[in-house]
C-alpha cells in the first residue's frame, strides 16, 4: 500500500465491490490507483451476495443457451450485443477470480471435484458458480487479499464521493467535458477533499435505500448515478428496479436475503393456509423470474391480508439444507427458525437496480474519462429485468473492460490534469436542524414504497412526483445553507434517485418487466421495445394523456392468479 495519501493519481475508483476492486486490480499494472470506499472493507452489496455468479461452464450448458435465458428474463429489451460479450467473456473472467484465490464449492464423491453448480430462477441449465450460500463474501476475501497486496493501489475508507470534477462546470467554453476526479468528504475528520485523476471509475453499486424496505446494506443510496446524472450523464431503464421476491420476515432481521437458490433448490412457496400458490401464476412456479414472482407474493399479501408468506425447503431433508445453505441455516436459527423443520417466513424487497449511468461496451460514458461499471450503469445487458446471479457477472466483465480502455487512455494520452477548484463551502453554517434530512429521508422511501412499489399506477406516481418535486426544492436549499454530512449527500442522492425512477414510470405506458402499471397491463412492443432515457437538464412534466389519465378513476385489471372479487 501507498505510505502517504495521494491526492492525485492516474486512476480514481469510487466504490470497493466487485466491480471497483477488478478494475483497481487490473489498472494498478498500468499505474496509480486511489479506491474511495465510504464504508470499511469489505462492505459493499458484494459482500452480500449469496447465491452465486452465472456463466456457462457445464458441457451441456452453451453461450446461445445463456444469451437467451437473459433475453428471456430481460423482457426483450436486453441489448443482443452486450449479452453476448458479457456471456463469452465470462468464463475467462471467472478463472481470473479463480487464479485470484476464490474457491467455489465443489461437488464431492469423484477423483476431480467439479464445481456444484447451482440453477435460479430463468436459467435452463445449471450454470450458477457459488461458494456455498456466502459467493460475495468468499469473493470480497480473495479480492481485499489481492489487492491489499498491490503496491500501486492505495484504499481510503470512509470516504464519501460528493461531485466529479468535470471541467466543463468550472469553464462553460469547453465544448468536450472531461472528468478529472471527484471531491470526496472524509467522514472522520469532516473535510471535503480534491481528488485528481487521469480517468475515475464509477463504482458505488446500487440504491435499494431508495425504498423503505431493502436487502441492500445501508451504503447502498444511488450515489453514482445521482452523481453521474449532475454531471451530464445521461441515465436509463431506472423504472426497471428488481424486487427480490424473498427476504426474511422478523422483527428482529435487518435486510436479510433469502438467496433464490433455494427456489432453485425446490423450495416452495405457501400461504399461511399451505397452499402452494406460484403455479395460479407462471407454468415454471417457484422457477419463474423474479418480477412474476415478486408480484405473486404481493398480490396474495395484498388481496388476503397477509403480513408474510412462507418459503419451505423442508422436504430437501435436515444434511442437504444445512451442507449447501449454512449461511443462510445459521443466522435464521439464530432467530429461531429451523429451516429445516419450519418454513421461512418472507415478504419482497428492494433489491437490485437494472438501470443507471449509461454506458458502452467498454464502460466509458459519454463524459471523456469517466466510466462507470456494476450496478451503478446501464450497459444494456438486463433490459426490464436481470436475470438472477448475471450482475456479479456483469461487474466482473466490466470491471475488467472498463480497466482495459481506462489504462489505454491514461498511457497515450499524458495531458497535464487541469488544476481544478478546491472545495468552496461557500456561506454554508453549522446546522442546527437535521431533523430535516432524517424526516425528509423517510419521507422519501416511505413514498417510493407506497407509491413506486412493486405494482404501479398513474395516481400513484401523479401523487409521487408532486411530493418528489416539493422535496427536492427543501433539499437544494438546505444542501448550500448549511455544512455537508454524510447523511446530507445520501439524501441529496436518494431524493435524484428518486425522481429519476419516478419519471421514468411515468414515461413508460406499459407494463414490462419489473414495471406494472395496473393503467397499463400490457406490454407495448410497437412503441416501447427500447430504452428510457433521461437526460439531464431537459426539465420534465407529466403530459396531457398522462394528466387526463387522473380522471375518473378506472377499473383496475386484475393479476393473472388474482381472486375477481
Given at each position: 500500500m501507498l505510505s502517504i495519501v495521494a491526492m492525485h493519481s492516474d486512476f480514481l475508483v469510487i466504490g470497493s465491490g466487485l466491480a471497483g476492486l477488478s478494475f483497481a486490480l487490473q489498472a494498478a499494472r498500468a499505474g496509480v490507483v486511489t479506491v474511495l470506499t465510504k464504508a470499511v472493507l469489505p462492505e459493499s452489496a458484494t459482500n452480500y451476495a449469496q447465491g452465486g455468479i452465472a456463466s456457462v461452464w457445464s458441457p451441456g450448458d452453451s453461450f446461445a443457451a445463456h444469451s437467451r435465458d437473459t433475453m428471456s428474463a430481460g423482457a426483450d429489451l436486453c441489448h443482443p450485443d452486450i449479452v453476448d460479450l458479457v456471456v463469452r467473456e465470462g468464463p475467462e473472467c471467472i478463472r481470473e477470480l479463480v487464479a485470484l484465490g476464490t474457491q467455489f464449492s465443489r461437488r464431492t464423491g469423484t477423483e476431480e471435484p467439479e464445481y456444484d453448480l447451482g440453477r435460479e430462477g430463468g436459467h435452463s441449465h445449471r450454470r450458477i458458480l457459488h461458494a456455498a450460500?456466502?459467493?460475495?463474501g468468499e469473493i470480497m476475501r480473495a479480492l481485499i487479499e489481492a489487492v491489499r497486496r498491490e503496491p500501486n493501489i492505495q484504499i481510503l475508507e470512509r470516504h464519501l464521493a460528493v461531485d466529479l470534477l468535470v471541467d466543463a462546470k468550472f469553464d462553460p467554453s469547453i465544448r468536450s467535458p472531461a472528468c478529472w476526479g471527484a471531491y470526496a468528504l472524509d467522514l472522520n475528520s469532516g473535510a471535503v477533499r480534491r481528488f485528481r485523476a487521469r480517468a475515475t471509475l464509477l463504482a458505488t453499486g446500487g440504491a435499494g435505500k431508495v425504498y423503505l424496505y431493502t436487502s441492500n446494506?445501508?451504503?447502498a443510496t444511488g450515489d453514482g448515478v445521482a452523481m453521474a446524472y449532475r454531471a451530464g450523464v445521461p441515465i436509463a431503464n431506472m423504472e426497471f428496479f428488481q424486487f427480490h421476491p424473498t427476504c426474511l420476515y422478523h422483527p428482529q432481521a435487518k435486510s436479510f436475503l433469502i438467496s433464490e437458490a433455494l427456489r432453485g433448490e425446490g423450495a416452495t412457496l405457501r400461504a399461511p393456509s399451505g397452499e402452494a400458490f406460484m403455479p395460479r401464476y407462471h407454468t415454471a412456479a417457484e422457477l419463474a423470474p423474479r418480477d412474476v414472482v415478486a408480484r405473486a407474493i404481493d398480490n396474495e399479501m395484498k388481496v388476503h391480508g397477509y403480513e408474510h408468506v412462507y418459503l419451505d425447503i423442508t422436504h430437501r431433508?435436515?444434511?442437504f439444507v444445512r451442507d449447501r445453505f449454512p449461511h443462510i441455516y445459521e443466522r435464521c436459527l439464530s432467530y429461531g427458525i429451523d429451516i429445516t423443520k419450519q418454513p421461512i417466513p418472507v415478504v419482497p424487497a428492494a433489491h437490485y437496480c437494472c438501470g443507471g449511468?449509461?454506458?458502452d461496451a467498454d464502460g466509458s460514458t459519454n463524459i471523456r474519462r469517466l466510466f462507470a461499471a456494476g450496478e451503478v450503469a446501464m450497459t444494456g445487458l438486463h433490459g426490464a429485468n436481470r436475470l438472477a446471479s448475471n450482475s456479479l457477472l456483469e461487474a466482473l466483465v466490466f470491471g475488467r473492460r472498463a480497466a482495459a480502455a481506462a489504462a489505454a487512455l491514461v498511457r497515450h494520452d499524458r495531458t497535464t490534469i487541469p488544476t481544478l477548484p478546491e472545495w468552496n463551502p461557500g456561506r454554508a453554517v453549522d446546522s442546527d436542524e437535521s431533523v430535516v434530512v432524517t424526516q425528509n429521508w423517510d419521507e422519501i422511501r416511505r413514498l417510493?414504497?407506497?407509491?413506486?412499489?412493486?405494482?404501479?399506477?398513474?395516481?400513484?406516481?401523479?401523487?409521487?412526483?408532486?411530493?418528489?418535486?416539493?422535496?427536492?426544492?427543501?433539499?437544494?436549499?438546505?444542501?448550500?445553507?448549511?455544512h455537508i454530512t454524510g447523511d446530507?449527500?445520501?439524501?441529496?442522492n436518494i431524493a435524484v434517485v428518486a425522481e429519476l425512477i419516478i419519471q421514468s414510470a411515468i414515461r413508460r405506458t406499459e407494463s414490462r418487466g419489473l414495471h406494472y402499471n395496473i393503467d397499463y397491463p400490457e406490454r407495448d412492443d410497437v412503441h416501447w421495445r427500447h430504452d428510457t432515457v433521461v437526460l439531464p437538464g431537459q426539465p420534465f412534466e407529466p403530459d396531457a394523456e398522462f394528466q387526463a389519465s387522473l380522471q375518473p378513476l378506472r377499473q383496475r385489471p386484475a393479476l393473472s392468479g388474482q381472486p375477481r372479487t
Open positions: 450460500d456466502a459467493t460475495g446494506p445501508d451504503i431433508g435436515g444434511s449511468a449509461v454506458t417510493m414504497w407506497n407509491y413506486v412499489g412493486i405494482v404501479r399506477s398513474n395516481r400513484r406516481l401523479a401523487r409521487a412526483w408532486k411530493r418528489i418535486t416539493l422535496l427536492q426544492e427543501e433539499i437544494r436549499n438546505y444542501y448550500w445553507d448549511f446530507l449527500i445520501e439524501l441529496r
